[in-house]
């Protein structure tokens, strides 16, 4: 059987995210350079903390061609909190360019009286258009939150997914073709995670 690749880069929730894959009997590989991607029927890119840090570990894996390749090839993707904001082409965190492989910016969310920053915590999801992992009509699907930025797509139909913010909204998840990610941890969001990281597996083509 085919494995899931996991990028490691030293920044993502390695050991969370391969135990929710293990518990779906999917097979983990931690890809830590190019040769390994061969063996692999999907990838993720996790990620905790900063964002310029993230990227200049990711480039010393010397993988990210090869991470844009895969997306332009067709091959299933799946980007998961600091994961989906490197998409991106900047962030508000940083300085350097982000991996470009989505048109928009990720901005500070903005600070409102009656909210907290870092946004954390557990969240409804709200869909706003059909897509892959979550049904537009499905209620009750609540996620694990933990972030201070949030996705500002160009282009707002990549948007398959909010999350309420006080009386904002925020970007929970995009998708683009055989690319998706979300904001929140679905590997730290129990039942509603569970069956989101089902989905997507049944999903990769």
């Not at 989505?102 to 969240?123: E, M």
């Not at 948007?159 to 009386?167: C, E, L, M, P, Q």
């Amino acid at each position: 059987m085919a494995k899931i690749g996991l990028i490691d880069y030293g920044m993502g929730n390695i050991h969370s995210v391969t135990k929710a894959l293990e518990s779906l009997e999917e097979e983990v590989i931690l890809i830590k350079n190019n040769h390994q991607i061969r063996d692999c029927k999907a990838l993720i890119l996790p990620g905790v903390g900063s964002f310029d840090p993230a990227i200049n570990n990711l480039s010393k894996t010397e993988l990210i061609i090869d991470i844009k390749n895969w997306i332009k090839s067709g091959k299933s993707f799946l980007g998961i909190c600091l994961g989906l904001q490197l998409l991106f082409e900047s962030s508000d965190e940083g300085t350097i360019n982000g991996l470009g492989i989505v048109k928009g910016q990720i901005k500070k969310i903005p600070q409102l009286s009656d909210q907290r920053i870092p946004h954390v915590g557990w969240c409804e999801l709200l869909p706003i258009r059909k897509n892959s992992l979550l049904k537009v009509d499905e209620i009750n699907n609540w996620v694990y939150f933990v972030h201070s930025y949030h996705a500002v797509p160009s282009n707002n139909n990549l948007i398959t997914a909010n999350v309420s913010y006080g009386s904002e909204k925020l970007t929970a998840m995009i998708e683009r073709d055989n690319l998706m990610a979300c904001q929140f941890h679905p590997e730290k969001s129990g039942k509603t995670g569970e069956k989101l990281l089902r989905r997507w597996v049944k999903s990769i083509q």
